[in-house]
């Protein structure tokens, strides 16, 4: 019988769940079902300036009962359903490789304590998604140039699959698109196993098409028999997709960057062009494929578009709500009332905002303009900006977006060229639960003319390499800044 402490582990785990979702770092997300803190899913939000630049990558983390003596058990749930291993310590068939977690020989004193914890693994995961990923192949560190083919190959086909299976089919999921099936390999067949670990044993050298040898990947400590447990989750939690949200709103966040990055590829590799396969990739545990960027280019405009089509969508289900006399349309109606009043009556020791409603019968949609704080990048302009309250409130969140065009590190140009009209704004609310909150983080990001730098909130690449481009190039953007404060108040 098991002498762990139940009662304290739970308390551990639900303390480190809390710190994570509480933290500052934008790229990590957790998430648990009330009735089973033991099994958290875990997002990790691909880094800037790398081949996963962000890209949404899932893992499904189980705390064992004798947590935190015993590591957590990891699995890679972003695999294309087995088919695309994102890294070499990241397996097509789930399995991440890593000393902290016992899947892997690491060096003495990078094993597993009870010192570590939820975020600790979270960390060591994301560092596998670096600017080099090669180099995490034992034997590969320093075997390699960064500038030699291979290398370069891993890097290109990565940020590649990044974008059609870590950004596209999971979004076209959420929102009912028909689903990816460019170049789909059949899953790999695997025996199902009992438990999350079966005996260890070496892969087999294989040979690619070309006749060269491929070495295979050493044996970690433990074989992880990862789709018997994906299969057995699935059962469970087929329907719990608590990330939904975020996903919707993040993708919006960066569809420039996406937009840019497939824009750039595109004219470096020919459509249909094949993947090159690695030395330590072998079937089905390798990344194989075809370039197509134009394709990609047109997913991802056919998500956006959706994406406006869900948030009109929201109206209509409002106006429902509305008829019925629902706790929420009721609750948006008198907050409306009194945060007009308020914002009306302000000081205006920011920017001031007024706030109407396109239709007096509908609280589901806002209608915000802000005037320019004075003796600012901002002074003299007046921008119009729909804020849309989805009818789900506050499960999924607002969207704010600038029907008037700003350039502003903080909004995204929509991809279209259009310099902020149609973009969408990137901001924090301190309670998500509440509209006057999102008021205030709103007229904050925008007013906000010494941000903290982190790429992960800048959502305009351009205005950010300006921004954060030296002193002259910051001059620039605040002359852009103050050209399109000028703009719309002439508009």
Known sequence: MSNANT???IARITRELAQVQRGADLSLAVACKDS????????????????????????EIKMPREYPITAPQVQALTTHGGRVRFNPNIYAEGKVCLSILGTWRGEKGEEWSSAQG???????IQSLMSAHPYENEPGYETGHKKTDRKPK???DKIRHETIRVAVCSRLEGLLDIEKDRTYALPVPKRPRLEGFFSPSAKSPKTTDTSGASSPATEAPVHEYDAEATYNALALDQSHWDPFADLFKRRFLWYYDTYIS??????????????FTRMEFEYPPNSMEGKFDYPDLLKRLQKIKA??????????????????????????????FKQLQYTW???SYETSRLELNLPDPNNPFVWTLTLFGKPMTNLDGGIWNMRLAIPPTFPEAQPRLYLETAIFHHRVSSGGDGNNGAGGILCYFPEKEDEIASHLVAIVAALDDD????????????????????GVEKRKIYSRRLRRSAQDSGEA
């Open 153 to 155: 190959a891993y890097i």
């Open 36 to 59: 089973d803190v033991r099994h958290v899913r875990g997002l990790i939000i691909g880094p800037p300036e790398t081949p996963y630049e962000y890209g949404f990558f899932e893992f």
């Open 7 to 9: 009662a304290g582990a």
């Open 306 to 335: 959706a994406l406006s089509e869900e948030e009109a969508g929201w109206s209509e289900q409002g106006k429902k709500q509305v008829a019925n006399w629902s706790q929420l349309a009721t609750q948006l109606a008198f907050q």
């Open 118 to 124: 939820l975020e600790s693994v979270m960390l060591s």
């Open 450 to 469: 010494e941000p903290v730098f982190d790429p992960r909130a800048v959502v305009n690449p351009e205005a950010f390499q300006l921004y954060w481009g």
């Open 261 to 274: 990055t497939v824009t750039a590829e595109a004219k470096l590799h020919r459509p249909r062009s094949p």
């Open 344 to 346: 009306k009556e302000g």
